[in-house]
């Protein structure tokens, strides 16, 4: 029977359509996307998913990454299990072989990038696209094939999958015990089983290959290489693409062949919700300022958030603390990071992530100590330093501040309890009320009274003392604020190194002291610090000349926790001042160094990569959150222009290597997207710039702002707080200052405080009255404009 016409024509067309439908570019157009630089096209990047990750090269290939597990924290990832080193994609056109393995161009999207290898000489381009969809166990890789020539072309596209399963770190501690793969074809993909556990892989294309092949010799010893070959032939100027599926499991291999079948039949819908979702991840809070650099710095480190989110269904999903080497669970990273994650509105995976670290820490400690460090197979390496404890309390106050969810707070609160219970009969020896033991400084023997431990802790007490307030334990509230009072007393006056105009590092004998010194020393002479070296010697014979019997503060190491005191507002106004014009001497023009005796005397003019040592080290580094506690510590002392000084160094590293990201280390060393960026960024700018300051159980929000000079049009809208969403707009110029705020509800109250001074309300109906020198209008209205008079 005769097809009739128009049914050929529409069948052609569905063809067209779908062909053009299932082009992954299709998708990415009009999506937020930046090209990487061609100097660090051999350097990483990351395809991220919740579920499943893949970190290879920036020119498309997968070599050795990481130093966890040495040279495999690389290649493709489903947690607590790796599937594959990789892969290699060879074409053959004309008798001649064209290997993808040296791409010209690298693109990053936030849900996706792509690699671009160029052919001149042959006419072709060939886009390899690469996208990891909502809680699925694999990746979709697509290769766009464009003919850019006058005659057809007829290639044959030979896939080489590496696969390695293989246990995350600290597998053998929980009984994962790596073995070799082995691999069958079935029907037109390869399925690959490690012999002694229920590991798979499986990786295939929706197109039937020609021809199948075992690599006898794979890439590791106990992995396997397996190559699926594919003819295409595209016409003159013209293109085709070629979809594959890498799927796995660490349960059975039907899981691993659902996932596979899944990308390959709805990789189209699976693609657009996740790009919705990130459409709606970017407008919450949503900054417009004049500095784009800084704006666009902004938006990506909401997707590099999502980034970092690592779901275990036998363990829970929290955030990451860092790609490729810490992509697992940390405690103080997620107390950092999850202040920052709030104020962007991804208020899911806090509360997932908290209640990750609650379960965990109370399986191993059932103290209220909270874990330091888990991998992904639930082993608990770190059962928790000082610090942590007492930062997971007021991170649980932080958080009840803006979801008012008072079962939360009840839930977390007995953990709060037993670990500030902890905290000071476990490890205050001498009862001064500063717990002993390390903090955040990971420095061999400075463990004894840590500057941030102290500073941490105050905190907790103050925060604590809220918490018991609000759930009626009002004799346990004023013990918390008696013993926060003192501890704010006793670190402004036995921490203070007038001698330095800083916050010592530690408290510590004489003895405690030499010692450390000494390991200073060799450091500082190492690094060639001369400066370092003479201050060093001098407090050494300071300490010798002037002997104690009793434990006092030393400033030895510069570390950047000396600048806690002001982070947390805990620091008197004088002191503040004198100590935070004196940290500006250990920074370079990406930031803080994180310890400041490796600076030297032209580290401010040090603007080049950062060069690290062979084995993996943080020695001369500077990072991200050192910096952001700065620029916290600045604004909290009433100095918007330095805290965003700080923030521009930060984001000077931005884009630096990976296109879209921000390196742990400034401005391309050790992570390639870190978790705590986001503290650095969002409570500067949320919760301080802006001046919003939640108290969501009181259905009261507070917005004070303190605006940089030259932020004289900006906007921070759709602010989630609560049930209710707020939206800011400054507008200043030589003849006015407006202020608009909008809300969405009208049950609660917005108490905005200004500078006092007149004020015109032009729209909304406000009580104003005066406070401790500020001028407060509030109001309950949807829409308020206030101008200066």
């Known amino acids: 029977m005769k097809t009739p016409t128009f049914l050929l024509f529409s069948i052609l067309i569905m063809a067209c359509s779908s062909q053009t439908e299932n082009t992954m570019s299709n998708i990415l157009d009009e999506s937020p996307n930046i090209k990487g630089k061609e100097t660090y096209l051999n350097s990483p990047y990351v395809t991220a998913g919740d579920r ?411 925060d604590a003392a809220l918490m018991a307030s609000e759930l009626n334990e009002t004799e346990l509230a004023r013990e918390y604020q008696k013993l926060a009072n003192q501890l704010k007393e006793k670190i402004n006056t036995e921490f203070w190194a007038e001698t330095f105009q800083s916050y010592a590092d530690f408290i510590g004998t004489d003895q405690q002291a030499l010692h450390l010194i000494d390991d200073a020393l060799v450091r500082a002479d190492t690094l060639n610090k001369p400066w370092a070296v003479e201050e060093l010697e001098a407090t050494k014979q300071q300490i010798l000349r002037n002997p104690s019997d009793e434990p006092r503060p030393f400033v030895l190491y510069h570390n950047w926790v000396v600048n806690t005191p002001m982070e947390m507002g805990i620091a008197d106004s004088t002191k503040a001042i004198l100590a935070l014009d004196n940290a500006r001497k250990f920074t370079n023009p990406f930031g803080v160094f994180v310890t400041g005796i490796d600076r030297d005397e032209t580290a401010g003019d040090d603007s080049g990569s950062f060069k690290g040592s062979k084995v993996f080290s943080y020695t001369g580094a500077v990072m991200t959150l050192p910096t952001g506690v700065q620029a916290v510590a600045e604004n909290n002392y009433g100095r918007p222009d330095q805290a965003l000084d700080y923030l521009k160094r930060i984001s000077r590293s931005f884009s630096y290597a990976l296109p879209g990201s921000i390196y742990e280390v400034s401005p391309d060393y050790g992570m390639m997207t870190q978790a705590w960026n986001i503290y650095a960024f969002a409570v500067p700018i949320v919760n301080q710039f802006f001046g919003i300051k939640p108290l969501s159980h009181k259905k009261v929000i507070i917005i004070e702002p303190q605006m940089p000079s030259g932020w004289d049009d900006a906007s921070l809208e759709d602010v989630n707080v609560g049930d209710n969403k707020i939206s800011i707009w400054h507008t200043k110029s030589k003849e006015s200052h407006q202020i608009k705020i909008q809300q969405t509800k009208t049950d609660w109250k917005i108490k905005l405080i200004l500078p006092q001074g007149e004020y015109i309300v032009s729209e909304g109906n406000s009580e104003t009255t005066t406070e401790n020198g500020k001028t407060i209008l509030t109001f309950s209205d949807r829409l308020i404009v206030v101008s200066k008079k």
């Not at 495999?72 to 290997?99: C, Q, R, T, Y």
């Not at 062949?257 to 390959?264: A, D, F, H, M």
Request: net charge negative; proline share 4%; aromatic share 12%.
């Open 52 to 462: 499943v990750y893949m970190a290879g090269h920036q020119d498309g290939t997968f070599p050795t990454l990481g130093w966890h597990i040495k040279g495999e924290m690389g290649g493709i990832w489903n947690h607590p299990i790796k599937l594959m080193d990789g892969f290699d994609v060879e074409m053959a056109v004309s008798n001649k072989v064209l290997k993808l393995n040296k791409a010209s161009e690298f693109i990053n999207y936030p849900y996706a990038n792509k690699h671009i290898f160029k052919f001149e000489k042959d006419g072709l381009v060939v886009e390899r696209i690469q996208f990891v969809p909502d809680n699925v166990q694999g990746i979709f890789v697509q290769f766009i094939i464009k003919n850019n020539a006058k005659e057809s072309v007829k290639s044959y596209v030979n896939f080489v999958g590496h696969s390695n399963l293989r246990p995350t770190w600290l597998g053998e501690r929980s009984n994962m015990i790596d073995s070799k793969d082995s691999a069958i074809l079935e029907e037109n993909y390869w399925v690959v089983k490690d012999s002694l556990n229920s590991w798979y892989t499986v990786f295939g294309s929706d197109q039937a290959p020609i021809s199948s092949k075992v690599i006898e010799e794979p890439n590791k010893s106990n992995g396997a290489s397996n190559a699926l070959e594919y003819v295409v032939e595209i016409p003159a100027k013209s293109k085709k693409t070629l979809n594959f599926a890498l799927t796995g499991s660490y349960i059975s291999r039907e899981d691993a062949i659902n996932s596979y079948n899944n990308i390959l039949e709805n990789i189209v819908p699976l693609a657009k919700a996740k790009k919705a979702r990130y459409e709606q991840l970017v407008n919450q809070s949503k900054l417009t300022i004049p500095d784009k650099h800084l704006q666009e710095t902004f938006e990506w480190l909401k997707y590099n958030c999502d980034w970092l989110v690592r779901t275990i269904p036998e363990i829970g999903s929290g955030i990451g603390a860092g790609i490729p080497d810490y992509p697992w669970y940390f405690g103080t990273d997620s107390e950092y990071a999850l202040k920052g994650y709030m104020a962007i509105g991804q208020d899911e995976i806090v509360e997932n992530t908290v209640q990750l670290l609650d379960s965990v820490s109370m399986a191993v400690n059932n103290n209220g100590r909270i874990f330091h460090e888990m991998s992904t197979n639930g082993v608990v390496f770190n059962k928790g330093n000082i610090n942590e404890t007492p930062q997971f309390a007021s991170l649980i106050w932080e958080i009840y501040k803006w979801n008012g969810d008072k079962e939360f707070l009840a839930k977390y609160f007995p953990t709060i309890k037993k670990g500030l219970k902890w905290l000071l009969e476990e490890n205050d020896a001498n009862k001064n009320l500063f717990p002993d033991g390390f903090g955040m400084m990971e420095i061999h023997g400075l463990n004894s009274e840590m500057i941030d431990v102290a500073s941490y802790t105050q905190r907790a007490f103050a």
